[in-house]
């Protein structure tokens, strides 16, 4: 008997030490993040303006605390976002394909985006804000139609899903029609949108990332139990005694608001929600307690290798950040069609 | 005492009945088995008493609507198919679902521990789920219906995947956890030598109807499973077992 409690403590032991190691790994990415840059800052002097605080006159500290830590801020509550997002629609949906684009809240996302940089959809005055906020809009519009007609149909996943696809397809019509009528400058800035950049990254929206973050985490976590039990399968999970329409519906509320924001912030970063929860579903098991930290750990810590990766690729220049996620994706993709993991 | 009444249970799927206005009770610490040809409603049965599929009239246990009382039901179906990589462990804890808090107390370690080990399956504690065998997945199962403390247990062929050992461990369980704690078990089985051996009332289903409903030597009767079955059967009694044995199609 010992041993069997031993075996499941000694297995929670494991991952709380997973979880602060890569917590560890984390912080050492972060701060490879803001050292790097076209900018000859050594690791030394980025810690010393660090520890001096926002306040410092020379233009090191504005290059650190104005341009890098909203970067990486950015890629902490980006990544954190799009990575839980992507581990709770493949729980919902039970689907291991499943990410923040299956159910196209992204595409609906870029096409707000693309509305509004053509046609200044839905005229907010504050240029930066204006795009983020049609993108947003289109998102959460796009969540409301799957919710909605999932209430319908008590939230089953292949209809989710196939709904999904069906609103990728219309915002991806739009988005190509948008294109077509759009000018040479304003494709390059519907191009760089699409591509997702932290090009855009700002303190405001770090802001805003972090609390709906923080937020919905909280909230999730209310709910781990359930969504372990239904990671076990649908009528498992319905045979404990768990209202699982109610508790889908609840958790793709959550990500999609998770998604909204995340994508309506820096645009469409691809593939962070399919390869995080894979990432960190084979160090933790499915047990939601420690499934969803480590997932948005892992959220985090792609980004920021990406993000070194983009900044180092063309030294001087940023590129933009979801080319590398598209590309390190793919690979991971295939890797798991190769093992049969998917 | 506790009682498990249905009345009227109806269930069809498009134009075709399942279930034709099913009445039967059944009372505490007791077996129950519903036999019966196939298609002839004993799983629609089952999943409607748990509440996974929706019919009309009434589950009543305590003189309560079932449907408000799901937490004193639990459900082990014929076969538990899942791809997740829950540990053994974790499984059974799972039947504490409605109770866990952020941090599991070494109290629900201990009872789980406990149940794992009387039903001999202490040993796949940290085995993933998905990798065990059909009998494995069908044990681990019934403990966590089994550590939820349900006062209405539904087995869906629980013996199906499991050797003759086993076989005889899960219903042994059964039949004293019942007895211990006056629950109710309702089971679908189809060797009806278990059936005479563990059953205190059998209900022969029949065409999404009640046939008969009484003590097995009541029901186990040659001429009226012949009628069901279309199957010759010899029945026969070694000590205080009834042995029941298809011999030919009619």
Known sequence: MDNQENSYIRLSRKRKIFLLFFLVVLVIMAFWDIVTGSSALTAIGTLRILFDGPTGETKYHYIVWAVRMPMTLTCICVGASLAMAGEQMQTLLQNPLASPYTLGISSAAGFGACLGIITGFPFIPIAWLNNSVSALIFALMSSTVIFSVSRRRNADPKGMVLLGIVINFLFSALTSLMQYLATQEQLSEIMHWMFGSLGKSSWNGVIVCSITFVAIFLLSSRLSWKLTALSAGEERARSLGIDTSRLRRLTFLYSSILTAVAVSYVGSIGFIGLVAPHLARSYVGEDQRYLAPLSAMFGIIVLLAASVVSKILKPGELLPVGIITNLVGVSFLIYLILKKRV | ?250
């Open chain 2, 1 to 250: 005492m506790l009682e498990l009444k249905l009345d009227q249970i109806e269930v069809h799927f498009g134009n075709h009945h399942v279930l034709k206005g099913l009445n039967a009770t059944f009372d505490a610490g007791k077996i129950h088995s519903v036999i019966g040809v196939n298609g002839a409603g004993k799983s629609v049965l089952l999943k409607t008493i748990a509440g996974l599929i929706h019919g009309s009239g009434q589950v009543l246990i305590r003189d309560q609507d079932c449907e408000y009382n799901m937490s004193d039901i639990a459900y082990v179906p014929q076969m538990a198919y899942s791809t997740s990589v829950l540990t053994a462990f974790e499984m059974v804890l799972l039947g504490k679902v409605k109770s866990l808090s952020w941090k599991v107390s070494k109290e629900i370690i201990q009872e789980v521990n406990e149940i794992m080990n009387t039903l001999g399956i202490a040993g796949l504690a940290g085995k993933t789920f998905s990798s065990l065998s059909g009998g494995q997945k069908q044990m681990v199962i019934m403990a966590q219906a089994l550590i939820s403390k349900p006062r209405v247990l539904l087995l869906d062929e629980p013996t199906s995947a499991l050797d003759l050992y086993h076989q005889l461990q899960l219903l042994d369980v059964t039949k004293e956890y019942c007895k211990k704690n006056q629950a109710i078990a309702l089971t679908v089985m189809h060797d009806l030598s278990l059936v005479a051996r563990y059953s205190d009332s059998i209900l022969l289903l029949h065409e999404g109807k009640t046939l008969k409903q009484g003590k097995p030597d009541d029901v186990l009767l040659p001429d009226l499973l012949e009628r069901v079955y279309r199957v010759r059967i010899a029945v026969a009694k070694l000590d205080d077992l009834t042995m029941i044995t298809p011999v030919s199609i009619v």
